[in-house]
């Protein structure tokens, strides 16, 4: 088997998958759930409880606040103690619903069942309605809310769906866990996919450093239209485009999105919720996340729910080591640092990575030396070291025509530079900046 | 409560660093600095102790008195630069001239810029050149291979290229080649010249082993030994008598070293793949005219420069290849 990868820039951090081939294990319900009303991309969800109501699992707490939102659904059962600002992953405050837990009761529509569910007989219209209705987002960390990236925008044509199981960031192993342990309902899952978008052809691009899932995927799909390639281990190969490109060599354009080129992309993860929206009505409000560390007694899998507090996950995981200095929800390349573990586990929330004293300081600046590095390894073909200089004088302006905007995030710079330059930092400051230059040009 | 720290990611970073890269280029010219004190013995080690003590001395003094910094003189980078200034000086110079020549590099080429990577030429060379100048005669006495104990007092002779352009003037290109030691001592090492530059052999293992440890890429040494091979081919075919060969011009002179050494110098060089590439024709082709049509016997020290020159304006119009092609929306 051949093995594909993007073309341009990239690195390669250690993998440290400590938890791979670890059985996801399925955590009870916490004692308070705090389940915030935006975990998603767009606007917050509107609230539809409060306090003092006695709420369901699966029950709709707060509804779509438009087009770019999602439906939130209780968790947990219990009382409602009360809708207020609570710290989410972002570090800011936001609006959330605390739950306090009384037993374990699901509304009467859900199938709590393990039984696979395989043909659906619903039409495309009906199966995207579900997934509106589930409150399904991005799983792999995007959490871009999924029933509009299956609604093609006039003029444009889905040909490919493709099914992002790269899972390139290092220590993440949820979505290997997810394809190695629910196969089946994740093929099922797929088609109902192609299903709502209209698409005859799916792929499921997974890195070749999970072989076991490569095979049990492609036994699995044997006979259908999907097929499931083997990636070369690269990051950032997760990112949309760059896995637009190494499967289908298409590259998409500057400043727009995978459909521009007649593809849709979604996490493995994301898949599995559409399976559990549309074959057993179930809407999102658990999700399976890695806890993980190198001091950390357990690395595991967990299925947890929604509203969990970070805290009791790394208790299961044997609790926090001493050396521990930094917590990042999400990987280390582009997760993001809490400032406690009295945060909540959200749609989008695929890892708890604990990281020691050692790892965990940034290290003295120095100058650049213009070795080249930041740009050799950019996978968007930029040039960070200007950038970063163009960001630290303010000049905002010139960094609009050098593609600021084009910029992934994805942190190969900084990871790549002998100088412990934070490239990425000042980058995200001029892309923050120039935003504002761009939307008041279209004010005008 | 815990107290984390809270930083923007990434939260994972390579190792890598400016020490350990500039430690990773002065290995790979071990090789190259051992023969050299194999055929010039003490006088290369008198002369590449005294320019790279004098080399760090002078960071160490202008950063602690002058600038009023920290200093890194430590880091690597002024031990790289004594070493490369000393491999470009003749193993006879009085120790004095290197003193001057490090202290030109490190000082003018370097400090008066701002310090490490605020230079637009590579310092070694502008010591070089500022030698070459200052003292015309004590750069161009060039000792012969195999004087272990002798320094100052050395019997010297003319180079390859020396011989080569002075015996133009009256013979024949056939006519001078006996003249000239054969290319396997060329490419081993046993010839006249500046004490690192003479074994293209161990430059090229030198070249071999940053390339392995990925600290430069191939484009720049590449491009300016492959052009320097296309250039001198095309006016060898067109005349054989008037032209060297293009071997000869590959194996002799500064060529190796500064193509592998001088030009890749991340600081002056380009930043992208095709920018190296456009730099690196450029130097090919100015080393060859200058050895071939100009006064001088080698040119590449002043090839080097001139595109060190260029540099920031190659960074300015050659940019990489951005991901995907810009759409305009509605």
Partial sequence: MSLKTFSRGGVHPPEYKLSAGKTIVELPPPEVAVIPLSQHLGVPAKVLVNRGDQVKVGQMIAQAAGFVSTNIHSSVSGKVLKVDLFMDSSGYRKMAVQIQVEGDQWLETIDRSDDLVRNSVLPAEDIRKKILEAGIVGMGGATFPSHVKLTVPQGKTAEYLIINGVECEPYLTADHSLMMERTEELFSGIQLMMKGLGVEKAIIGIENNKPDAIEKMKQVVQGSSVTVQGLKVKYPQGGEKQLVQALLKREVPSGGLPIDVGVVVFNVGTALAVYDAVMKNRPLIDRVVTVTGKSLEKPSNFIVRIGTPISSLVEKAGGVPDDTAKVINGGPMMGKALPTLDIPIVKGSSGILLINKNEARRREVKPCIRCSKCVTVCPMGLEPYLLMTLSEKALYERMEPEKVMDCIECGSCSYTCPSSRPLLDYIRMGKAEVGKIMRARKAV | ?330
């Fill in chain 2, 1 to 330: 409560m815990n107290k984390f720290i809270v930083s923007p990611s990434p939260h994972a970073y390579t190792g890598e660093s400016v020490p350990k890269l500039m430690y990773g280029v002065i290995i790979s010219l071990l090789p190259a600095l051992a023969v050299s004190v194999y055929y010039f013995g003490i006088g290369m080690i008198i002369v590449t102790t005294v320019s790279v003590a004098s080399a760090i001395l002078f960071e160490y003094l202008i950063q602690r008195y002058m600038m009023k910094v920290k200093p890194t003189h430590l880091d690597g980078s002024a031990l790289l630069t004594g070493l490369l200034l000393a491999f470009c000086l003749p193993t006879n110079i009085p120790f004095w001239m290197v003193m001057i020549g490090a202290l030109a590099a490190v000082g003018i080429g370097k400090m008066t810029f701002g310090g490490l990577g605020n230079n637009i030429f590579n310092p070694a060379l502008v010591g070089r050149v500022f030698l070459f100048i200052s003292f015309p005669v004590a750069m161009t006495a060039w000792p012969e291979p195999g004087q272990w104990m002798q320094y100052t007092d050395a019997v010297t002779g003319a180079t390859p290229l020396g011989l080569m352009k002075e015996g133009l003037a009256v013979k024949t290109v056939g006519e001078i080649m006996p003249e000239i030691p054969s290319f396997l001592h060329l490419l081993i090492g046993k010839t006249m010249g500046s004490a690192g530059e003479v074994s293209a052999l161990a430059l090229l293992i030198g070249m071999l082993y940053m390339m392995y440890r990925k600290i430069i890429s191939w484009h720049i040494p590449l491009t300016i030994l492959g052009t320097v091979l296309v250039f001198t081919g095309i006016l060898w075919l067109a005349n054989p008598d008037r032209f060297a060969d293009p071997l000869f011009h590959l194996l002799t002179g500064g060529l190796m070293l500064g193509a592998i050494y001088m030009a890749t110098d991340y600081v002056t060089s380009p930043m992208t793949g095709r920018g190296m590439i456009l730099y690196g024709v450029g130097i090919g082709i100015v080393t060859v005219l200058i050895r071939v049509f100009g006064a001088y016997p080698e040119g590449v020290q002043f090839a080097i420069l001139i595109f060190n020159g260029f540099t920031p304006l190659i960074n300015k119009f050659v940019k990489p290849k951005r991901f995907g092609k810009e759409v305009k929306h509605g």
